[in-house]
């Protein structure tokens, strides 16, 4: 059974910077798809990023030259860095692992998904 765990969340000024951290267990990690969604108050999840097992990276058009994803195989955890943070960025954000099918920006696609952890950008 995989496990998710999400930390590094909080609150952040506009301009500001946070990093997620996702560390995972109980899979072959460097073999899978890791994304990070998020989810606001009142609306749908939206994809944030991915990082597939060969090292692609994808990002949403809303967040691109502001956050990096990144993964560490060794210690089975990705990792999102998000700069020039903006109150419209304010939302739980959860990792996911995916198996190779599928596309890394649809939500269902993914298998397993972490707890969340809360995001929030102040004006």
């Known amino acids: 059974q995989v496990q998710l765990v999400e930390s590094g969340g909080g609150l952040a000024q506009a301009g500001g910077s946070l990093r997620l951290s996702c560390a995972a267990s109980?899979?072959?990690?460097?073999?899978?798809?890791m994304g990070w969604f998020r989810q606001a108050p009142g609306k749908e999840r939206e994809f944030v990023a991915a990082v597939r097992w060969s090292g692609d990276i994808y990002y949403a058009d809303s967040v691109k030259g502001r956050f990096t994803i990144s993964r560490d195989n060794a210690k089975n955890t990705v990792y999102l860095l998000m700069n020039s943070l903006k109150p419209e960025d304010t939302a739980v954000y959860y990792c996911a692992l995916k198996y190779y099918s599928g596309s890394v920006y649809v939500g269902s696609d993914y298998a397993y998904w972490g707890q969340g952890t809360q995001v929030t950008v102040s004006s």
């Open positions: 109980g899979h072959t990690f460097s073999s899978y798809d």
